[in-house]
Every structure is written in C-alpha cells, then in structure tokens.
C-alpha cells in the first residue's frame, strides 16, 4: 500500500527526491514518516509529517518532508547529502506522533539511496 521511489547513486553535495506512493486507503490522518537503514545499522527516523513537520538532528536543514494529500503522496526532499547518508530509505505511515519505527503500521519496501564521496 506504500511504494517508495526515488533513490539512486548521488556525489556527496547532491540531491535527490524520494516519493512515497500510497494506494488502497488515504493515509491523509496518519503521520507519515521517512526511516532509514544503512548496513549493520537499526532502523532509524529521518523525518515525520502530519501538519507539522519533524525532522532528525542528523537531517534537520538539509531534508524536506512534504506531502500531497490530493496525491496520496509524502514526499523527502534530500539536499546536501553526505556519504554518511547512505541507507535504504523507508516510508511509513502511523496514528501516533513518534520517532520509533515500531509504532508505525504500514510500511513501504524501501529504496537505497547510495552517496559518493
């Protein structure tokens, strides 16, 4: 119900725009949230949105989450990006506002975001 788009092989400076398509229900009242996971490594948050917008440190000034809800669509707008931002890119949707992956429901299957240094 989530499909992730997007990704590719980026130099470190570049950008890259990922999309989060959402099919078989609105996902239009739930938080929608970008993760990320780089080999050896957990899961972890990169950013969420409902009507605000929350990002992690580690992301905050370089990445944008936005969304189109007429669209069905969340998308994450990667700027200056660093080797060290390499990971398999997931998006997300859930009822409740956090930053732990557990708490939320559906899942896209991801999409590898690779930085060159």
């Known amino acids: 119900q989530l499909q992730a788009s997007g990704g590719g092989l980026v130099q470190a400076g570049g950008s890259l725009r990922l999309s989060c398509a959402a099919s078989?229900?609105?996902?239009?009242?739930?938080?929608m949230g970008w993760f990320r996971q780089a080999p050896g490594k957990e899961r972890e948050f990169v950013a969420r949105?409902?009507?605000?917008?929350y990002y992690a440190d580690s992301v905050k000034g370089r990445f944008t989450i936005s969304r189109d809800n007429a669209k069905n669509t969340v998308y994450l707008q990667m700027n200056s990006l660093k080797p060290e931002d390499t990971a398999v890119y997931y998006c997300?949707?859930?009822?409740?506002?956090?930053?732990?992956?557990?708490?939320?429901?559906?899942w896209g299957q991801g999409t590898q975001v690779t930085v060159s240094s």
């Open positions: 078989g229900r609105t996902f239009n009242n739930y938080y």
């Open positions: 997300a949707a859930g009822w409740l506002q956090s930053t732990d992956a557990t708490k939320y429901t559906y």
């Open positions: 949105a409902l009507v605000t917008q």
